[in-house]
């Protein structure tokens, strides 16, 4: 299983990244249901294996905080006449473990092993996001 890791620039917290891309979900051809799109300069050429059960994380603030099950890649030419990746998400935001994550440019691929898991969130389970975020940034998780 491969994965996509990328910075959500501009965002500061999942929230405003659930509260930012709600709205935004569009239809896209050959996937049912609302979307969410992210525009990247390069395509992965490792992509077959992205689209088959993978996600892209989103760095927020320094920690990796959340993902999106990835369920297509189109590929496209912008405004300018270059070509470019659609990446192409599930609009459910699934909170992660927090992992504390030095800024890179662009994206990068992310081995299953190395990916955080899930924050379980619920009414019989009592994980804290902000304990999780305290604990990584001590490297306890």
Known sequence: MLHIIKLCVGISSVDELISYRE?????VAGVSGNCHVHRTRMRPKRGAKIIESGSLYWVIKGAIRCRQRIVKLGFETDHEGKSCCDIIMDPTIIRTIPYPKRPFQGWRYLLAKDAPGDLNEGKEVH???QLAAELAELGLI
Do not use: E, F, S, T
Request: positive net charge; aromatic residues 0%.
């Open 23 to 27: 709205p935004r979900g569009i239809r």
């Open 127 to 129: 994980n804290d996001a």
